[in-house]
């Protein structure tokens, strides 16, 4: 451990514009006597890194007891620190260091638009393409989201070969990334492709990753070039108000829902009402459901804090070995989008995740049957994690294909037929 020297620290507070700076007079001068000890941050005379340094996560987590505990003059100082060390284009530490400030400054303040005294200056200048190129890259450097993706190719490639009319519902907030890889199945599979196949996207408001109409122009595109006839309409409505009719469903067609990365967007009261109308209004054959592992459950904030603090340090860190230090515009959007969860989490409560346990209890309980993954899917998903970091890891639990970073799990994927 080493004395935290501020005055050592190149000042990278200019990385976190305010919009309103926070009243830090209010709480009082900075007690220099309260300084911390940080793990992992080296004077100028060591040589070597310490192993698997985490001194960002240990000052958020004790930031976090301060807040739980009111301790204004604690959690001043802490804030001070964290303010002095962040960096959203550092190493993960610094990162971690900055966004968390965010989301905890947010906390503080009572609201999640406070949160937006410190922005990050990119949320003007990113358009549609660079978010549609920033996951694209993402899919290529990570298997974050692309594991739920590829699983979800095979699963509705094996479970509708010969079907003649297929319809898969997408509640996702992928750009519609994930479906050439389905489209170019479809067309070249061995019994021919379908008739017609079916996709009916529900938007996500709140993504802020372009237009609907942008994605449907695209996958149409790709649809043509492949000779693949495709019938794709793009769904606005919230998902509380979504209604049987709204989808157009046929009887006849093979239907399956996948829900990815956005079951955590609903109020946690209504999840379980929103799974039980897909399975009575919706009578899907399949639905895949893709999330993060991530348990935010608990009443006592401190605790949620920790996990949700913990999962996105998985994250950054796994960022840093994918883009091998490189500071690039798609890491720099990708990041920010996955911080404005930690922000709406921490700061006010929303898009809290569950556990894969959680999720499964709630499909069963909503009258769904879990359904294991072939082998053929499980090694396919399994040769795609090994193309990445040695860090990465999938194992094949409680029919889920789970997807862990240093031992840490992060996202799933389950099947489940009605």
Known sequence: FFLLQTSNIKDERRHLTPV????????????????????????SKDKAPAKESKWALQLLNN??????????????HLMWVLNDLGCLTGDANQRLAAYGLKALFGKIAGTPTAAQAYHHNLDASATAKNFHNALL?????????QVVYTATSGVLLDAFE???????????????????????GLATRPSGPPSVFKLTVVEDPCSGLGSGSEVKSRLERFAKVMGLNMELRMLATPLHSLTRDAFAIAKPDALAVCAHFRLNHIDSSQRQEFLNFVRVELEPDLVIVGE???????????TVAGEVIGHFWSFLDSMSGAFKGHECEERQIMEHLFSTSVVARLASGMELSESRESWNARMRSAGFEAEAPHDEIVETARMLVKKNDVNWELRNEDNCLVLLWKHRPVTFCSVWKS
């Open 20 to 43: 309103c700076s926070p009243n830090w007079s209010s709480l009082g001068k900075r007690d220099r006597s309260q300084e911390l000890k940080v793990p992992g941050k080296l004077s």
């Open 63 to 76: 930031c976090v007891q301060a807040i739980a505990t009111n301790n204004v003059q604690r959690t001043q």
């Open 137 to 145: 890259k993402f899919h290529d450097l990570s298997p974050w989201y």
């Open 162 to 184: 010969g079907k003649d009319a297929i319809h898969v519902i997408d509640i996702g907030h992928s750009q519609g990334t994930q479906w050439p890889t389905l489209i170019e």
């Open 292 to 302: 993060n592992d991530s348990d935010n459950t608990s009443a006592d904030f401190s």
